[in-house]
């Protein structure tokens, strides 16, 4: 048994906190984790982004040591820990259903876990203290009351606060915002990025709201049945998908299909100028972003024009939502509201729209999916 617990050393891997190698882990017949390798860097705001049921807890729960895999490594802070337990693991965890005790108050909430690592009482209140005035509840206000004296939002920085205070080397956190309300979602974003950048510390977060991910993290590993589809910076999984999953999942798309012969595709509405170094003659799908595509008068030196009638505009304040069909094909535009064409807009009119090669998300080959 000593054998197992004991954790090796790997020399070539202290550079990065998180490593998985070859990491597979199945439920019956249902493979959860298939040969996924990850490296997740120090200090990194690092997501496991994916729907339902694509295997992105399963994954967080192998780095936690709660699951352990059929075959692959679990590498943290450069050492071999597969085989170890979780408290034997320099982590902390927040879960979207918080389990604060809710018999004790705030500051005991917080303290839990240095009581059980048997700390000094006053290195326990200023390690306390200091939590609470990272998560911005000053203790002379929060810390003697009890969790249900606290909003949705507040109770999650106490969980915040109780599973940074032991220094953890990596902070999992399992879809923590899902039970808040949109505002305070939105706001505990925020919150999350500033106290990361403050301490320091790896975050290791899952969710499957795109928004989430992009908003807070240094890098995404977008996770499909099991499967990394990609990993890369926000910028580089919403402009540059490796795949259609990808370019489907994060953000909005149109996707055209055809035949790709000179540079162009040869869809149902036209031929659709693109860049793309796949071979000619293959099947493929082209994903173009709404917000990429210019109406109007802007869409007069665009590499690609067509004419098409409005089916339906949707307001959102900012932006239009401009559903246009071209033949039987139906295309999403996000017109700015500033736009100096916007009001004139009509449902039933025609309209020009337009975009230029190398707009397009993707080419993806058909038979490659």
Known sequence: ??????????????????????????????????????????????????????????????????EKPDEGVVILEGKDVTNLPPYKRN???????????PH?????????????????????KKRVYDALELVKMPHEMFA???PSQLSGGQQQRVAIARALVTQPAVLLLDEPLGALDLKIRQHMMLELKRIQRTVGTTFVYVTHDQGEALVMSDRIAVIH????????????????????FVANFIGEA??????????????????????????????????????????????????N????????????????????????????VNVPATHPEARKLREGEAIRIGWDSGDEAGVFELEAE
């Open 1 to 66: 048994m000593e054998m197992m617990e004991k954790a090796e050393y790997i020399t070539s891997e202290v550079e990065d906190m998180v490593v998985l190698r070859n990491i597979v882990k199945r439920f019956g017949k249902v493979v959860a984790s298939d040969h996924v390798n990850i490296e997740i860097k120090r200090n990194e705001f690092f997501s496991l982004l994916g729907p339902s049921g694509s295997g992105k807890t399963t994954l967080l729960r192998i780095i936690a040591g709660l």
């Open 91 to 101: 982590i902390g965890m927040v879960f979207q259903h918080l389990a604060l005790f």
């Open 104 to 124: 004790m108050t705030v500051f005991e909430n917080i303290a839990y876990g240095l009581r059980l690592r048997k700390f000094p009482e006053d290195e326990i």
């Open 144 to 146: 003697e009351r009890k």
């Open 225 to 244: 049945e099991g499967r990394v589809e990609q990993v890369g910076t926000p910028y580089e999984v919403y402009e540059k998908p490796r795949t259609k």
């Open 254 to 303: 149109n996707f055209f299909e055809g035949v790709l012969r000179n540079g162009a595709v040869e869809t149902s509405f036209g031929v659709v100028k693109v860049v793309s170094d796949i071979q000619s003659g293959k099947k493929v799908v082209v994903s173009l972003r709404p917000e990429r595509i210019r109406v109007g008068k802007t869409a007069e030196g665009a590499d």
């Open 305 to 332: 024009k067509f004419e098409g009638k409005i089916r339906e505009i949707v307001y959102k304040g900012d932006v239009l939502i401009v559903m246009v069909a071209l033949d039987d094909t139906e295309v999403k």
